[in-house]
């Protein structure tokens, strides 16, 4: 009777512990885009580790906005989620990795043959000390202007392979004589109306230049910032009237149903789009941003392995499924972003995915800021609350003084 008493005992703890197999995935992704492509890659893990529950805590918030502070309380609180969302360079640099949150990942990408299927300069933006602590599922595309084509059309406009900053002035102007939104926005979270600055800014000065703001040769008063802030502040003053009450994905909805015409956004909304229906060059069309032909604004999205990680084995089997070039491509569709792997079926994306594949591979790459990779937390937080501002009070000088100083309070800007 005793030995069976234990055995039993045995026997529920062995299936105690089987059920209490977990991993906790953390990200901001719970647009229907985001929140599909996410899917994809769990179901991709639970299809193989059935047994193990999958904990998606997804924070609601574009941009990791709402998730990052909650995440920072985690971590320093040493409540770390197996694996979390972040942008390369500074943020996983400065925010992750050498607080010591992150373990390295070194191994995962030696015996999965990563060195050869990531490109060497993406591992350098993820790595310390020769350490990669990412793995890296996708490569977005900040510089694009989506447009509405049946509303161009109805105006008998039409759009050819670039836009120059004039012509969208122009097109503005006769949308709006005809009572017709020119811009789309929703900024419910400043960094989307970030987004259109920062795309301005590297359209008006170009990449070089941009490149020099992140490391201290080029300062945020120069002339020709200053007219970026000029060209920024005439594009606001042709958005939708609600925009301030709108999220990202409700800003491309709009765009969808025609109540605006032209949208500045990450490549994020190109998920939405195919999710609402909308077909790629018959119902909308993109361009660069104007004078970004060229260079690709790169936002990548990763997942680390937390230090201490409170379920290793499942968080180092999801991070290899991540990896994976299946994987890749079927997340990559639906999120609208091309793979981080150099080895993906180039055929299995549409036009739009093909044009930013080329984009990337042919362009000039500069990082963003507004995502957290160009400069430190505390000058992307400075740059928000400065927008918040200024999109109120269209203070350029203030706003510019704000920037100055801020990057230098950073400690790069000069
Ligand atoms: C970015 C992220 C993208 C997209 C966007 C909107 O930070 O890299 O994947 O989700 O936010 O939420």
């Given at each position: 009777m005793r030995?069976?008493?234990?055995?039993?005992?045995?026997?529920?703890?062995?299936c105690q512990s089987e059920t209490n197999k977990q991993i906790?995935?953390?990200?901001?992704?719970?647009?229907g885009s985001e929140a599909a492509a996410l899917e994809s890659v769990i179901n991709a893990y639970q299809s193989r580790y059935p047994d193990v529950e999958v904990i998606n805590a997804s924070i609601a918030g574009g941009g990791g906005s709402a998730a990052r502070?909650?995440?920072?309380?985690?971590?320093i609180g040493g409540n770390p989620p197996d694996t979390w969302q972040t942008h390369h360079g500074a943020e996983l640099m400065g925010q992750y990795i050498n607080p010591g949150f992150t373990s390295s990942l070194k191994d995962l990408y030696e015996s999965e043959g990563w060195y050869d299927l990531f490109s060497p300069s993406l591992i350098d933006m993820i790595s310390k000390d020769g350490?990669?602590?990412l793995v890296v599922l996708n490569l977005h595309r900040s510089n694009t202007l989506w447009f509405n084509k049946h509303v161009l059309s109805e105006h008998q406009i039409s759009i050819g392979e670039s836009l120059s900053i004039e012509e969208l002035f122009q097109i503005a102007e006769q949308l709006e004589n005809a009572e017709v939104t020119p811009m789309c926005m929703g900024d419910s979270g400043i960094w989307a109306t970030g987004i259109m600055f920062e795309n301005t800014l590297l359209g008006t000065i170009g990449a070089d230049r941009y490149k020099g703001l992140w490391n201290g040769t080029t300062t945020f008063n120069d002339p020709d910032v200053m007219e970026a802030i000029r060209v920024y502040s005439?594009?606001?003053?042709?958005?939708?009237?609600d925009h301030a009450a709108l999220s990202w994905d409700q800003g491309a909805d709009k765009l969808v149903q025609g109540k605006c015409t032209f949208y500045s956004m990450g490549d994020w909304a190109y998920g939405e789009f195919i999710r609402d229906g909308f077909k790629e060059n018959i119902d909308f069309g993109w361009v660069a941003h104007p004078g970004t032909d060229g260079i690709h604004l790169m936002v990548t999205d990763g997942f680390t392995l937390a230090h201490n990680a409170p379920h290793r084995q499942e968080t180092m089997d999801m991070l290899q499924i991540m990896g994976e070039r299946e994987v890749q491509e079927d997340f990559n569709l639906l999120k609208g972003s091309i793979c981080a792997r150099n080895d993906c079926d180039r055929s299995?994306?549409?036009p739009y995915l093909q044009w930013a594949i080329d984009q990337y591979e042919y362009g000039v790459s500069v990082p963003t800021v507004i995502h957290g990779s160009a400069a430190p937390a505390d000058f992307q937080q400075a740059l928000n609350d400065a927008l918040t501002d200024f999109v109120v009070r269209r203070d350029k000088d203030v706003f510019a003084e704000t920037l100055v100083r801020e990057a230098r309070a950073s400690g790069f800007g000069p």
């Open positions: 030995i069976f008493l234990i055995a039993f005992i045995l026997l529920f703890s062995a906790e995935v953390f990200s901001w992704w719970t647009s502070p909650v995440l920072q309380t985690r971590l350490h990669p602590h005439q594009l606001l003053d042709y958005l939708n009237d299995r994306f549409g």
